[in-house]
């Protein structure tokens, strides 16, 4: 059976299960690699962005926050990657559940998939719940705000959570039921 035939002998949920997963790890991935959760606009154009892993300026270069002395930077990095994770991998295990020989149709497989769904629904709610207060809290002026990326971080959230609650109300249903 083909690729074509595999999609097409899907459910229409897991279907569009599928396309919403792969549009949630798009954004996943421009959310996680992005130097745009805040920006800092200084005096004279001095510019700051920030994202998971360095700080950009306008001026003066980027530089790393892996390994930084916060404590809830870390916090936030560790839960933005198991959301990271959790997400490629579901993406993945939806792919064999959908097109794979011997997983295509398996319960356990589309189980696997919606549980890590869920679970990159919450890690990742963490990591931004937690970016979002420090920033509030850390920031004084009206020259800063939250950014794109970190916008898509919570589209990516909320697209996964359709995409686990799409899984477990397609049920029992399997690969091969339209």
């Not at 939806?94 to 149709?105: A, D, H, K, Q």
């Amino acid at each position: 059976m083909g690729v074509a035939d595999s999609f097409q002998s899907s459910s229409l949920l897991v279907k569009i299960t599928l396309i919403v997963a792969l549009v949630s790890n798009l954004l996943n991935w421009i959310s996680f690699t992005t130097t745009s959760w805040a920006t800092y606009s200084g005096p004279f154009g001095a510019d700051s962005y920030t994202g998971l892993w360095r700080s950009c300026g306008t001026l003066g270069g980027c530089s790393q926050l892996d390994g930084s002395g916060s404590s809830r930077f870390i916090a936030i990095q560790a839960f933005g990657i198991f959301g990271f994770i959790s997400l490629n991998v579901a993406v993945l295990l939806l792919v064999l559940y959908i097109f794979w020989g011997s997983c295509r149709g398996n319960a356990e497989v589309k189980l696997a998939a919606a549980i890590l769904l869920f679970v990159s629904v919450v890690t990742w709610l963490i990591a931004v719940i937690v970016f979002g207060a420090d920033f509030y809290k850390d920031v004084k002026n009206n020259y800063s705000d939250l950014d794109y990326s970190f916008g898509l971080a919570i589209v990516s959230l909320l697209l996964s959570l359709v995409c686990g609650i799409l899984l477990v109300v397609d049920g029992n249903s399997s690969v091969g039921s339209k």
